[in-house]
Structure formats: C-alpha cells, structure tokens
C-alpha cells in the first residue's frame, strides 16, 4: 500500500502513544515516533510497525525545554525536506506529564514543568509543523476527562490540558483556509501500562468516574485519533472528542480526592 502520508506522534512509547502508533501504521501512514527516555520500547516499536510494512522512524526529544521542542522541529523539517520522510499528513500531540500537583502542594518549579511539556510544547511544534503539513491535513491534541470534573490533587496538571483544548479551538480556525482540521480526543481513565492498573483501589476509584464502568484499553483511544487524522473526519475540525466512557458526564458517585491521593503520592 502507498503511504497516505507521515504522522508524528509525540508520547510514543506510552500505552497510549503505541497504540495510536500502530493503528495509524494500520490506516496506512509512515509514523515519526518522538519519545523520551524509552530507547527500548522505541526500537521495539520501530521493529513491530515496520514487521507490518509500514515505515517508523524514533526520534528522540525533551519537550520539557525551549531548546528540546526547537531541535525536534529542526530535525523533522530537514527530513521532510530532503524526502526521507514522505509528506506530513499529521500531528498527534499525545506526550505529557501526568498527576499532580495539588493546589496546596505546587511550587512554579512544577507549574512551569507541568505547562512545558503538556501545553507550551504542543503549541510551539504545532507552530513549527504547520507549514510543514500538506494541505487537508490534521492535527490531534490529547486532552483529558480531568479538565471536566474536579480533581484539587491534580489542578495544575487538569489546567495545563484546559489550555490544551483552548488551543484545539482557537487554532482550528486560524488554520482552516488550508483545510486543516483541529481536534482534540478526550480519554478518560487508560491502562496505559502504568503499575497503578494493577492496584484494586486505584482501579476501583478509576472506574467509579465513567457511567460505562471500568478504565479504558489504550486501543479505544487510538481509535478516535484514528478517526480524526483519516478523511473520515473531513467535516470535523475545532472538537472536543470525548472517549471516556461518560466520566465528564457526573453521573455517578465519584469518590472524593485524586488518583494521586489514593495512590499516596501527596
């Protein structure tokens, strides 16, 4: 099959950046997986997706600094470029800084960290990328069900993804004379892999936020990105797609605290 396009997926080596990985290599694009730390599930990644026929290249960044977001602009530009990678079809802002800190625990240090990583450096490579991104493109930016409900133990991390989506409707606009389309997927609560799924508690808490019940796959939210990347979606731009199961809805009996309280990390 041929390519319909390069996506770059911040976050990859995440649950949830795999799985948007993957589905997107299964819809037929190249995938530029920028990653952190995680140099093993990085070539991992690489192995599976390319196994399947589809190219991935792992690109290492720190989106936590002005210089780490400039120089994964830099690098993404020269290969598109010189034709390394084929056109841009897309951008999933997915990476992030999860959990914490609450209100009464918060230091700038933490807000400027928080806001670095899950808002400034979306903003900024997206800025980079647009002129990048061929023409009827798509950018998608993962929010969370926690900007929706209250969760004091996470406010600086709920507000960073409330600018987020303020970002998802506001650049929606600036950029639709090109046809590209702006939005954002909402999850709720993921088994991302994180050793909080395994504790009965945390689960039990987790699952009392949806009116479905349970915590998501990271496969239902790679899903909905898929969907807004593809055509399929060609009328929607400036969304906020909501996957949480009804968490945001406030329907049930939501236990008082955060996941953060519960997993003892104030």
């Known amino acids: 099959m041929e390519s319909r396009g390069t996506v770059v997926v911040t976050g990859a080596t995440g649950g949830i950046g795999r799985a948007i990985c993957r589905r997107l290599a299964t819809e037929g694009h190249d995938?530029?997986?920028?990653?952190g730390r995680q140099h093993e599930r990085a070539r991992e990644l690489v192995e599976e997706i390319e196994a399947s026929g589809r190219a991935c290249r792992a690109v290492p960044a720190d989106l936590s600094t002005d210089e780490g977001v400039r120089a994964l602009g830099d690098g993404l530009?020269?290969?598109?470029?010189?034709?390394?990678?084929?056109?841009l079809a897309g951008l999933v802002n997915n990476a992030a800084r999860l959990l914490g800190p609450s209100f009464d625990?918060?230091?700038?240090?933490?807000?400027d960290a928080y806001f670095a990583v899950n808002t400034k450096a979306p903003f900024f490579l997206t800025q980079r990328l647009v002129p990048l991104l061929?023409?009827?493109?798509?950018?998608?930016n993962l929010s969370s069900a926690g900007v929706h409900f209250s969760s004091p133990g996470d406010i600086v991390y709920a507000m960073s993804k409330a600018a987020l989506e303020s970002m998802t409707r506001n650049l929606a606009e600036a950029v639709a004379p090109r046809g590209i389309r702006v939005n954002?997927?909402?999850?709720g609560f993921t088994d991302n892999g994180h050793e909080a799924f395994s504790i009965e508690?945390?689960?039990?808490?987790?699952?009392?936020?949806?009116?479905?019940?349970g915590v998501a796959d990271p496969a239902v939210v790679a899903e909905a990105v898929a969907f807004l990347v593809s055509g399929r979606s060609s009328?929607?731009?400036?969304?906020i797609l909501d996957v949480s199961g009804g968490s945001t809805l406030g329907?049930?009996?939501?236990?008082?605290?955060?996941i953060s309280d519960v997993l003892g990390l104030h």
């Open 31 to 35: 995938v530029v997986a920028v990653y």
């Open 77 to 87: 530009e020269r290969l598109l470029r010189d034709g390394s990678l084929p056109q």
């Open 105 to 111: 625990a918060a230091t700038p240090a933490q807000f």
């Open 134 to 140: 061929g023409d009827g493109g798509s950018i998608v």
């Open 184 to 187: 954002a997927v909402v999850p």
């Open 201 to 213: 508690a945390a689960r039990e808490y987790m699952s009392d936020f949806a009116v479905l019940g």
């Open 235 to 239: 009328r929607t731009t400036g969304t």
């Open 251 to 258: 329907a049930r009996g939501k236990r008082a605290g955060s």
